[in-house]
């Protein structure tokens, strides 16, 4: 690794590859050396997490975006000396829910599911994004298709273990008070399945953290306004 670049490991989040992470590598490859983590058919974060460490430089920096920032979240909780900077993008963490809450959750998901085994990726991915992304931007035809078929290059198989370890999620709030490290916390501001004001819940006991709002922007941050994900990105890899 060119020593003048700083080692960071980016994590995808549910069906997601390196795809979501290229507006992101390109316009931080003059300070970062990336590598995207590919969890193949795991199907438990912890899993996900040592697989990531494995691979992973000695020390090094870390970005998980949605289902990536739990990972991330495993990877800290296995080895925070290893850890110099830590971004969590669209993400929570908390256990699934008990009860009917967690129940309808699992029913939810599941679904896709059965539309993914019986229509295919494309079927379910067309069902499945437009709560993902803010209001109007499925009128965005080259982001929705670009979306679509980083889904479709995942199996069902995949899918359900990627969903199999979203379910079964620890808890990774005792967390918060241990991350001293430069931590980024980012969100759109119309990311209804993980919304701003989560990430400021979160960022509070983190000794060193920022909050990061972006406007018109969805779940898929990262595709939906890169380029206010990699400036946020480099402000936290140069702190």
């Known amino acids: ?30 300070i970062a050396e990336c590598t995207v983590a590919d969890y193949g058919a795991l199907d438990s974060l912890g899993a996900m997490a040592e697989a990531v460490l494995r691979t992973a430089p000695e020390r090094f920096s870390i970005a998980g975006h ?15 000396e290893r850890v110099a900077r830590i971004a969590l993008f669209n993400t929570g963490a908390k256990p699934r829910a008990a009860g009917k809450a967690g129940d309808d959750e699992e029913r ?7 539309v993914a085994r019986a229509e295919g990726m494309r079927t379910m991915a067309l069902q499945w994004l437009p709560p993902m992304v803010a209001p109007g931007r499925m009128a965005d035809g080259a982001l929705v298709e670009s979306i679509v ?20 999620r ?4 005792p967390l918060f008070s241990q991350i001293r490290c430069p931590a980024l916390l980012l969100s759109g501001r119309e990311d209804g399945w993980s919304p701003p004001a989560a990430h400021q819940e979160m960022a509070a006991p983190m000794a060193n953290a920022r909050v990061v709002v972006v406007a018109d922007c969805g779940h898929m941050s990262t595709l939906e306004q ?14």
């Open 66 to 80: 949605s289902m990536g920032g739990r990972v991330a979240f495993e990877v800290f909780r296995r080895a925070p």
């Open 226 to 239: 890169p380029g206010a994900v990699a400036d946020a990105m480099r402000e936290w890899l140069v702190s």
């Open 1 to 30: 690794m060119n020593p003048k670049r700083e080692a960071l490991v980016l994590l995808p989040g549910l069906l997601c590859d390196g795809a979501v992470w290229e507006p992101q590598i390109a316009a931080l490859s003059d």
């Open 170 to 173: 620890p808890d990774a709030t």
């Open 149 to 168: 078929q980083m889904f479709e290059r995942k199996t069902p198989s995949i899918f359900e273990a990627q969903m199999n370890a979203l379910l079964r």
């Open 108 to 114: 939810g998901r599941r679904a896709l599911l059965a």
